[in-house]
């Protein structure tokens, strides 16, 4: 590592996370001098993959896990060796009724997803209204996805590129709910559509700020399909790619370095940096910063806000085989392939969100599942495939942190041993059963809070998308970009700029563009 302390940077990036990489990959690779700063021992932020349990040879995407917003123009631009692969199952719902477990399978070809919604609702109604309906946001996706990497439009600018005044109403005016219960009838139907809205978004289906439709809009739009896809490798697999792809273009990568302070005058820029070795600085023309806003106002001494309340659990396992089901028409290898819902009815879904919103852990945690493995087997060890062992991601829903606040450690184990028996529900043996052990005899099972997120990456109130996710167009005072701050060559390129969350990396794009822009 060349000596920091007292050089020129054309950029200086606070922040190796995955948006920061991508910008001084595009940076390095138009010839600006680039130095990242990253107060952790690798880069990567939540987009990484890890071995977490001793001795076991998984390496799992431990934070960010799916990918559907990263789009196709940043891995061809910086010539990445990355891939994802499709999910032939959407998802599984497994539910009891009239005493008999069954569930909604969406996926498999359209004839085994129209029969399989006939069997549960005894009609072909809500099936129609599902394809009407996702219909609608597919031809939504394609118009706004592209948009995502381009100057931001005004607001009227992308109604008119939509031009269909239903869908606009529906996603963009009316709160979500409003489309769910007029569209479907079915209360599994209706939860399995509200679930995309409420990803790390602590909201009702009609909370009158809409932010639950913006993170409805996000989950639909990626791609130009709204598909979600499994990284090949795990999360990590990107991240290490992007580092590559800066290193390669001659971007200097300095981990165990951590911004404190940035001072500038609109023109030039010092960010000051503390390593184990004391404390440096390091001059720039521009700065971006590839943190939370919060983070951003505390580096350059403005007054943070008060930072967007995080709400969800993040389990990660390994298990020695999949768990067999109580619904038995379902192969276990279909139903974790894609989207595995649980406890996600839409009157379940309104339950947990009153009773987190009044201060108790929900009855019933939602929660949806997946299996990387099933998919993307390369993240196992040969041994550990030959023994049929697979991974388990579970995200959970309406956990605010304000629930974990006084005893992170106990809430958090009181809430897995309910949400894991919202899944024994469905299963035809326990999951316990089916857990592998690590070197030390533990089961391999992990949960983080919104608390432990907070404490791990620096997430201002545990919220993965950093702040409540924005419309992609733009607001009074946002810059042409969406990264811009009130200081003219500090630019935010982190999830809380306009545009931002998700593992996409277009705050990185969009920053580095207004930087490359600026300059001609």
């Excluded at 549960?120 to 109604?125: C, F, K, N, V």
């Excluded at 009609?206 to 409805?216: E, I, T, W």
């Excluded at 839409?346 to 599942?369: C, D, F, K, M, V």
């Excluded at 087997?377 to 309406?398: A, K, M, R």
């Amino acid at each position: 590592m060349p000596a920091l302390d007292g050089r020129t940077y054309d950029a200086v990036i606070v922040g190796g996370g995955h948006n920061g990489l991508v910008a001084a990959a595009y940076l390095a690779r138009a010839g600006r001098s680039v130095l990242v700063l990253e107060r952790l021992d690798h880069t990567g932020g939540a987009a990484v993959s890890t071995r977490p349990f001793t001795g076991v040879d998984a390496r799992l995407s431990r934070y960010s896990y799916l990918v559907s917003l990263l789009p196709k123009k940043i891995v061809r631009d910086l010539g990445l060796t990355f891939r994802v692969r499709g999910r032939t199952i959407s998802s599984y719902t497994p539910v009891e009724r009239a005493g008999v477990p069954t569930g909604l399978l969406v996926g498999g070809g359209e004839r085994r997803t129209r029969e399989a919604f006939a069997r549960l609702t005894g009609g072909e109604d809500e099936y129609r209204s599902w394809q009407r309906f996702y219909g609608m946001t597919g031809r939504v996706a394609e118009r706004v996805f592209p948009t995502l990497t381009e100057p931001l439009p005004t607001r009227e600018e992308l109604r008119r590129r939509i031009d269909d005044e239903e869908a606009w109403r529906t996603l963009f005016e009316e709160p979500i709910g409003v489309a769910v219960e007029d569209r479907f009838a079915d209360d599994l139907v209706r939860g399995v559509v509200l679930t995309d809205a409420l990803i790390g978004t602590f909201a009702d289906a009609h909370d009158p700020s809409l932010k639950q439709n913006r993170c409805f809009l996000y989950h639909v739009i990626g791609g130009g399909t709204g598909a979600w896809d499994v990284p090949v490798g795990g999360m990590g697999a990107l991240t290490d790619a992007l580092a590559g792809a800066a290193r390669d273009a001659g971007a200097v990568l300095a981990t165990g370095h951590e911004a404190v302070r940035i001072a500038t005058d609109g023109r030039t820029a010092e960010v000051t940096f503390r390593t184990a070795d004391g404390e440096g600085v390091a001059a720039a023309r521009h700065v971006l910063v590839n943190a939370s806003p919060q983070a951003l106002a505390e580096l350059t001494g403005d007054q943070p806000s008060a930072p967007a309340e995080g709400a969800q659990l993040k389990v990660n396992m390994l298990l020695k085989r999949l768990p067999r089901l109580r619904d038995t028409s379902v192969d276990p290898r279909e139903a974790f392939a894609g989207t595995f819902h649980i406890a996600e009815g839409y009157e379940q879904l309104a339950t947990a969100h009153a009773q987190a919103a009044a201060g108790a852990l929900p009855s019933a945690p939602p929660s949806e599942i997946y299996c990387h493995s099933l998919t993307d087997p390369t993240i196992l060890g040969p041994d550990l495939v030959e023994q049929g062992y697979q991974t388990l991601t579970l995200f959970g829903l309406h956990t605010p942190a304000r629930l974990f606040d006084r005893d992170n450690s106990a809430v958090r184990e009181e809430l897995l041993k309910a949400t894991l028996a919202q899944l024994d529900a469905h299963l035809a043996e326990p999951l316990a059963d089916c857990l592998a052990t690590d070197a030390d005899g533990r089961p391999c099972i992990e949960a983080r809070t919104p608390l432990d997120l907070e404490h791990d990456l620096r997430l201002p109130g545990g919220n993965i998308f950093h702040r409540d996710l924005s419309w992609p167009y733009a607001d009074d005072g946002t810059g042409p970009w969406g990264v811009e701050t009130r200081h003219t060559n500090v630019l935010l390129c982190g999830a809380g700029a306009v545009r931002g969350g998700g593992v996409s990396g277009v705050p990185g794009h969009n920053a580095a563009m207004a930087v490359l822009g600026e300059a001609g």
